[in-house]
């Protein structure tokens, strides 16, 4: 037996314990970040997905498309406004956000996924009534006189109700889906939805065993920049009071204590531009990422 063969034998025997762990488990990825325009890493996480799904794993996917519908927007002469990381939508905007997210990127994901060997079906939270939403509401104080006021973020919304029984039906017909973040008010009124947030919904309401945030940085940062392998809720929360866990990685954080609290077992912050995080994540000690547990 060469080198490499044996290296590939030890790295099998080693994740055994991890496949017995999660055979049958639900793990909800959230998917995004500029890693998706690169067409080998998305072919390499289509690769890595139905390879969950081959060994015994139940995996959802939540995925993004902000440099996508960028792109879009830039090509049809629409300039974007952000207000606390979130992108305003009226409706025109609306219109190329919903084309981009439940059209191209949707299907080329499932696509991906289905040509490396398992079968992905792209839907929206649209679909089955699976997301319900509603307008999403955020303050801002005034510099001035400290007063809060109202942000209209126009067609921004976040989930209300998550009906998971089209995810159930899926699942359960060993077939992976993807989900695109858009949800529909009671009034039929569509809405763009942040991924992050419709990921930890979908994870809190199918119970996950895991749900895996995949980003654009290692996960967490401590005061050193070191990178923090493991925090529980608490100490989460601690860290956001403090001020170390700062800026666009406290909706993130919040995003899986929100999970967590409704019964998703651990919550991971993870670089997705990684080679194969999912599977380091999942099936080995070290990890790859911050893991946020109760």
Known sequence: MNDTARDQM????????????????IVVVKYGGHAMGEEETALRFGRDIALLEQVGVKPVVVHGG?????????????????VQGLRVTDAE???VVEMVLAGPVNKQIAEAITRAGAIAVGISGKDGGLIRAR??????????????????????????RVDTRVLELMIGADIVPVVAPVGVGEDGQTY??????????????????RLLL??????????DGALVPEMT??????????GWISGGMIPKVETCIYAIERGVKGAVILDGRVPHAVLVELFTDSGAGTLIRP
Request: glycine residues 12%; charged residues 25%.
């Open 214 to 223: 995949l980003t654009d940085v290692p996960g967490v940062l401590g005061r």
């Open 233 to 242: 809720v608490a100490e989460a929360r601690a860290g956001i009071a403090a």
């Open 10 to 25: 030890a790295m099998l025997v080693g994740a055994l314990p991890f496949l017995k762990r999660y055979d049958e488990q």
């Open 192 to 209: 763009n939805i942040n991924a992050d947030t419709a990921a930890g919904a979908i994870a809190g309401a199918l119970k996950a065993e």
């Open 93 to 95: 905007m609306l219109d």
């Open 135 to 160: 307008k999403l509401t955020r303050t801002v104080r005034d510099p001035d006189n400290g007063a809060e006021q109202a942000l209209d973020l126009g067609f921004v919304g976040e989930p209300e």
């Open 66 to 82: 902000g440099p996508q519908i960028n792109a879009m927007l830039k090509r049809l002469g629409v300039k974007s406004t952000f």
